[in-house]
């Protein structure tokens, strides 16, 4: 078992206990959110950090989701 340690722009995001470690460019899904590895290093023999780069979350219409709450009484 290796002590893996996700990280995005060095904030960590994620420790798993996994069997097998991710290899740069395999695609993943961490917390809901679909990624890409950049990097692995190996801090000790049972610890890994892994880079992980996500895809840009893209907003499409943003006054319709506003509209979505209550309207006001006149």
Excluded: C
Aim: aromatic share 6%; glycine share 4%; no cysteine.
């Amino acid at each position: 078992m290796f002590a893996i340690h996700f990280f995005e722009n060095n904030t960590r995001l994620l420790i798993q206990a996994l069997r097998r470690i991710p290899s740069v460019e395999e695609e993943l899904k961490i917390k809901g959110r679909k990624g890409k590895v950049i990097s692995v290093k190996m801090m000790e023999e049972n610890i890994y950090h892994v880079h992980v780069e996500f895809e840009k979350i893209v907003v499409k219409n943003l006054a319709a989701a506003k509209d979505l709450g209550k309207k006001k009484k006149r």
